[in-house]
């Protein structure tokens, strides 16, 4: 090779350490950037220029110096898929946590006025007072005031629940609008990474941070699951279902129910459509059977990946109704009767499941106490006929607690006190007519807040009566809470030793940054120092051997 010739092997050397600098100071100052990926030179030797071979073994050949072959990402592709799916079971119990957690200062009444525990207590009070001197006006007076409040403090802990559905939906809304913004994004991307690197000498390596970005805030709130082709296309599935494809974005739609305005999420392009008067597509209940995104009545397992992304954990904490007392009875939402509709529809959820068995007690209370009071009236009229003891007007039994909707039934939220015994308590005088006072109902009374015979759900066997009932509620919140905190922080410890093994091969670090550095450097230095020599020996050719 001619003296000429060799400047280009200095040359080379010169632009690659020079494009090895730039990278090195591209990975230095994205070094906190969010989603940046370490990109690394790769370098490989240039053709190889054949003098002679005049043997076999021992060819004469001279290089032509170093090529720069590309600038690529360092990632792992398993760290990538572990990482992604463990953070989506991460964020599943996130939201089950933070819902226990509400739930708990609900029913804890810590700070938000309920204090329905109290009121519960008050009316135990009342009817114990009430058993030592039944002809008082204070006593009766006393047992009203207490089942009104028993009553407006329980109508505001059942609020309070709904309204934290309320805001879960809110969130479904915004994590499925969230869904969709992202899966047109890495649509958007993915047409610009295929269009960089369709000549195959360019690599969007920073637009390809942007995509994986992507993928781990979708990994966020659901299971996904993606795959790269030969070209640079992503395409993503999420719960087993096409959302990048070809092009296309199958978005995510939300059917809100006409009673409750909770939200379900469907797919668009699944989903069966009528046309209504006015010529818009339109969906119902039924029609969206088949595109719903997740199936709730699916068993939560990790084995299964069903415990993956907070939009499926929201959804199932959040239910898709109101529930009551009729639900831990296997009694629908249509008030039929189907078998396993608790433990498939209710027990999984944590809002539903603790409405259903709130509204047991509210219900359990109520329709006892007026249940008494009708067997008084009644055990006097068959020892008197035409007694008015304990009946109204019309002659029928007083009745303490009344319903706003007879449809409704004995709901927490469809309760009211009968205005005529708020205003005179003293009608239930609870004096017989041979003026004795009438100490069977009040010992009834009692007993009925003293008697073991109660369950809140089908699935627990303990007995509890009035006065437990509500401190074993809240005793199982603080229990499933405990043990969802447990199994989150055995989570965030997985999560967290996989980012933290995964940002070692992806992050940045500036030690090592720094020594790549020093190690260009140096290269560069040399390159220049072999093209000085060249220099100057072609320079020694000119000036003296030339003369």
């Not at 967290?496 to 260009?520: F, K």
């Not at 290269?523 to 030339?546: D, F, K, P």
Request: overall charge negative; some cysteine.
């Amino acid at each position: 090779m001619s003296l000429f010739g060799s400047l280009y092997v200095g040359v080379s050397g010169l632009q690659t350490a020079n494009n090895a600098l730039n990278t090195t100071a591209h990975n230095m100052s994205n070094l906190d950037t969010e989603g940046y990926t370490r990109q690394q030179v790769a370098q490989g030797t240039r053709t190889y220029v054949t003098i002679s071979k005049d043997t076999v073994t021992n060819w004469k050949q001279l290089g032509l110096g170093v090529n720069y072959s590309q600038t690529r990402q360092v990632r792992d592709y398993f760290y990538d898929l572990n990482y992604r799916r463990e953070s989506g079971r991460s964020a599943f119990y996130d939201v089950t946590v933070n819902a226990l957690e509400e739930i708990e200062n609900i029913m804890g009444e810590s700070g938000d006025g309920h204090e329905f525990s109290e009121a519960l207590s008050n009316l135990w009070t009342a009817v114990q007072e009430l058993s030592k001197d039944p002809t008082s006006v204070v006593n009766q007076n006393l047992f009203v005031t207490r089942s009104q409040e028993f009553i407006t403090k329980a109508s505001a802990v059942y609020t309070s629940l709904c309204e934290y559905q309320d805001n879960m939906n809110r969130t479904v809304q915004t994590e499925v609008n969230n869904i969709n913004t992202y899966a047109q994004q890495i649509q958007a991307l993915n047409e610009q990474i295929v269009k960089i690197e369709a000549g195959g000498v360019e690599h969007a390596n920073d637009l390809r941070d942007q995509r994986n970005y992507l993928l781990d805030k979708l990994a966020e709130l659901g299971n996904i699951s993606y795959n790269e082709d030969t070209f640079g296309y992503v395409s993503v599935k999420f719960e087993n279902v096409d959302l990048v494809k070809g092009g296309i974005v199958n978005e995510m739609a939300l059917y809100e129910d006409t009673e409750t305005g909770f939200y379900t999420p469907y797919w668009k392009l699944l989903a069966e459509y009528t046309i209504d008067d006015k010529g818009r597509k339109v969906v119902s209940e039924e029609s969206i059977k088949n595109a719903k995104v997740f199936d709730l009545t699916k068993e939560i397992s990790s084995e299964w990946n069903t415990d993956v992304g907070s939009l499926k954990s929201t959804l199932l904490a959040r239910g898709d109704h109101r529930a009551t007392y009729n639900e831990l009875n296997d009694i629908n939402k249509d008030g039929e009767y189907e078998e396993g509709w608790y433990n498939t529809n209710i027990a999984q959820s944590v809002v539903m499941n603790v409405q259903a068995e709130f509204d047991q007690l509210i219900n359990a209370v109520v329709t006892k106490i007026n249940g008494i009071l009708a067997d008084a009236a009644d055990r006097e009229s068959a020892l008197n006929p035409g007694s008015d003891y304990m009946r109204d007007e019309n002659g029928d039994p007083y009745q303490l607690f009344r319903m706003q909707n007879d449809e409704l039934g004995w709901t927490v939220r469809n309760l009211l006190i009968n205005s005529d015994l708020r205003q005179n308590p003293a009608l239930l005088s609870f004096r017989l007519a041979d003026h004795s006072e009438d100490n069977v109902t009040t010992e009834a009374l009692k007993a009925a807040f003293e008697e073991e015979i109660y369950h809140l759900n089908p699935n627990v066997q303990t007995p509890v009566n009035f006065v437990n009932y509500y401190k074993n509620l809240v005793a199982q919140v603080a229990n499933n809470g405990s043990v969802a905190r447990q199994i989150q922080d055995s989570q965030t410890v997985t999560t967290d030793a996989l980012s933290y093994a995964r940002e070692q091969v992806t992050g940045v670090s500036s030690d090592e940054e720094l020594t790549n550095m020093i190690m260009y450097q140096n290269a560069y230095n040399a390159s220049s120092r072999y093209i000085n020599v060249v220099n100057e020996m072609l320079e020694h050719i000119l000036s003296t051997l030339g003369r």
